[in-house]
């Protein structure tokens, strides 16, 4: 797994890899969403975007790598915006609830893909002249331009949206977790908030995290147990 040269000066990924899970429908997770719900909506209710702190570092990512982030939002703003605007969270699964409750804890675009579904090498780099992939419940995701996960098949993720062909299911039993942000972005927190995914899956959806680490400027990190 590794950071291309195009976007290696402005990126920093907090990864996982979380086996083991069971994947199941079910309302274990939405006390908790319920809660942080509330609490965003007293933190930010009536603030335009721009003016909640936690979001300008996803924009900044995005502003970075020449995307103007009110044209295509980052995917954890696309959450708060919902919520803030009264919208309500639906339940999909255990690890997508996760997923969900922590971009809105972090403020920071969350990747999920089921693991058994990525084919090789990992790169996060920026989108070539006419790639895309399938998004979920939407069409086409366009990544000209843009940052993206690829692997020996083609794209199949990015901090907008995750894409069909590794979609978490009722099928899954193991994850790739990918937390984004800017590469000036603490490494203690990013490595805190990797660990905090990790507690929530395994409370969840059971499974252990044989391997999380950092992917960054200065060199990738990664530990194993």
């Not at 335009?48 to 939002?73: D, H, M």
């Not at 979920?136 to 843009?146: A, D, E, Y």
């Not at 083609?154 to 979609?167: H, I, K, N």
């Amino acid at each position: 797994m590794r950071l291309a040269e195009d976007v290696r000066p402005v990126l920093c990924v907090g990864l996982a890899a979380i086996d083991g899970i069971v994947v199941e429908t079910g309302d274990s997770v939405r006390p908790e969403i319920v809660i942080r719900t509330a609490a965003l909506r007293e933190l930010y209710g009536g603030l335009l975007p721009s003016e909640i702190a936690p979001l300008q570092e996803a924009r900044t990512l995005y502003k970075s790598v020449g995307i103007q982030p009110t044209r295509t939002r980052p995917s954890s703003e696309a959450l708060l915006r919902r919520i803030l605007k009264g919208g309500e969270l639906y339940a999909i699964n255990n690890a997508v609830d996760v997923c969900n409750l922590a971009s809105l804890e972090f403020l920071l675009p969350i990747g999920l893909y089921d693991l058994s579904r990525i084919r090789g090498d990992v790169t996060f780099r920026l989108g070539r002249a006419g790639e895309e992939y399938p998004g979920i419940r939407k069409g086409p995701v366009h990544l000209t331009g843009r940052l993206g996960l690829f692997d020996d098949e083609g794209p199949f993720g990015s901090p907008t949206s995750d894409s069909l062909r590794t979609a978490v299911t009722g099928d899954t039993d193991s994850l790739l977790v990918a937390v984004m942000a800017t590469s000036s972005y603490p490494r203690a927190r990013m490595r805190e908030h990797v660990a905090r995914f990790v507690d929530l899956t395994t409370t969840h959806c059971g499974g252990r995290a044989p391997c999380t680490g950092l992917l960054h400027t200065s060199r990738d990190s990664r530990s194993s147990d």
